[in-house]
């Protein structure tokens, strides 16, 4: 959860632009509500290095902040980031040359992009002290490189750094979803929290201070969300610790309503998304500001087993019931999606949540009121609902191991939701490679457990995968718990 520059600011950043971000989400109620990171998107560098292969940057762009520090030093800003309680974050890119998208006019700005330097980029970033590295993909698709042979080996250089200053420097993976960074992503070169881009940019950055006929007539529209959303589902790949990134949020820019808000931030908070706001935090409505900090919005979202939502109905075309299994037992957070231009009321058919009989409660998340449990919901045309429901799981089928093995597991009714039992006492997470027979293949981080309590996590399982194993040292397999609806 955090702010990144480009949606709102693209090359123009500055230090100045940074410093008033990172002032606001620490005073208006952004911090407290868990938001933590400043990134710094594309725009901070030029493409210059020094004979040493060190970067350059414009020491007017990034001067002093405080005594005693030198002009064009980054670390300048990552410590007044510090200085407030957040973290820093950076951008770079896998290839050559970086994106140069915005402004548009005059020439390209090339060699932005940490390719033949990563091992040096990578500390550099770390020793400056940022927490957080957003690495890109246009050089890497202008070389036609492979993306899961650079990312691994951007995560070797993120791990060397990390040993050599001991910050953790968090993975952002900026693929766009091209060669499928699902499949190789979680858990690439071993890193146990990462996440990666599912597909193209929401937007084009919208900057409010720039004037020019192309930029004026950029509108934010729910096509924009929708499809960020649509392209970004892989419930499969993602687990405690690996994320889908649908994309920078927009919440409040120029064509977003608070009904499209609440559609962006009901489904990226459903989805485990990271929540990384593009907005210019200085202007968002008093009305944006409480959807981003809604309690129950981020309770649903910062959910320890971070699942995507499954969808399971869909009582007209356009009305959708998507629902994410949460950690309590029993618990679902359900979105009730009107992509229609026609409002509509909804009765869950709460079968299909996997729960015995009626839940106990349903909490409306917007609203903040409790509802009847068999209450009918309207939602507006393109709106969205967002409910906490507590009920009891329908029993599970349940599939002991031998040694890392499951013989005989079936999902054959649609993504099925399973809940994996585990030992870990190695006293750190334990990556752990997932394979089915069916040709499910991804990572889990298994979180340390204590004492003779095991850990649990959550897994959602595509239609189809039986037979499944588990490759990891240091960790005991016990039970895999599977939910079907
Ligand atoms: C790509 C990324 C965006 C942003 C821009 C910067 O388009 O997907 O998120 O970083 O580059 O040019």
Avoid at 237 to 242: F, P, S, V
Avoid at 289 to 294: E, F, G, I, Q
Avoid at 320 to 333: E, L, T
Wanted: proline letters at 5%; charged letters at 20%; glycine letters at 10%.
């Amino acid at each position: 959860m955090g702010w990144n520059s480009w949606n709102s600011f693209a090359n123009i950043v500055n230090s100045q632009i940074v410093q008033q971000q990172a002032k606001t989400m620490a005073s208006n109620s952004m911090k407290e509500a868990g938001y933590e990171y400043v990134v710094i998107d594309e725009g901070w560098w030029l493409g210059e290095r020094d004979a040493a292969g060190n970067i350059v940057v414009n020491p007017k762009q990034w001067p002093a902040i405080q005594p005693g520090q030198k002009d064009g030093d980054m670390a300048n800003i990552a410590t007044y980031i510090h200085s407030l309680g957040l973290k820093a974050g950076i951008y770079t890119d896998a290839g050559r040359d970086g994106c140069s998208m915005y402004p548009d006019s005059g020439p390209k700005l090339l060699n932005t992009g940490s390719e033949g330097h990563y091992d040096q980029d990578f500390l550099q970033f770390s020793k400056w002290g940022f927490d957080y590295v957003k690495v890109d993909w246009c050089g890497g698709a202008k070389e036609g490189k492979s993306g899961a042979v650079q990312y691994a080996e951007i995560a070797r250089a993120i791990q060397n750094a990390e040993k050599t200053t001991g910050r953790k420097l968090y993975f952002s993976i900026c693929e766009w979803g091209s060669q499928n960074p699902w499949f190789w992503a979680p858990g690439v070169g071993e890193i146990e929290s990462t996440i990666w881009r599912t597909g193209g940019d929401i937007i084009p950055p919208v900057v409010e201070s720039l004037h020019d006929a192309e930029h004026d007539k950029r509108i934010i529209t729910l096509k924009n969300v929708l499809e960020s959303f649509d392209a970004g589902l892989h419930p499969e790949a993602q687990h405690t610790g690996y994320f889908n990134d649908l994309d920078m949020m927009v919440m409040g820019m120029r064509g977003m309503t608070d009904a499209l808000d609440r559609i962006h931030m009901g489904l990226w908070a459903i989805s485990s998304a990271p929540l990384m706001v593009g907005s210019d935090l200085t202007r968002l409505s008093p009305a944006t500001l409480s959807l981003l900090t809604n309690k129950e919005a981020l309770t649903i979202h910062n959910d320890p087993y971070g699942l995507q939502p499954i969808k399971v109905d869909e009582p007209s075309a356009g009305v959708q019931i998507w629902i994410k299994p949460m950690a309590v037992a029993g618990r679902r957070a359900v979105a009730v999606l009107n992509r229609t231009d026609a409002s509509t009321q909804v009765k869950v058919n709460w079968e299909k949540l996997g729960l015995k009989g009626l839940p106990k409660s349903s909490r409306d998340v917007f609203s903040q009121k409790d509802m009847g449990a068999d209450a009918a919901i309207s939602v507006p045309a393109h709106d969205l609902a967002l409910l906490i429901v507590d009920g009891e799981d329908k029993a599970p089928a349940e599939y002991s191991p031998n040694g890392c093995s499951i013989a005989g597991m079936q999902a054959t009714r649609g993504p099925d939701f399973a809940r994996l039992h585990f030992a870990n006492s190695s006293g750190h997470a334990v990556v752990v490679r997932m394979k089915s027979t069916s040709g499910l293949s991804t990572a889990i981080a298994l979180p340390p457990t204590t004492g003779s309590e095991d850990g649990e996590v959550g897994l959602i399982l595509p239609n189809g995968t039986a037979d499944i194993s588990f490759e990891g040292a240091g960790v005991a397999i016990r039970k895999l718990d599977v939910y079907s609806w």
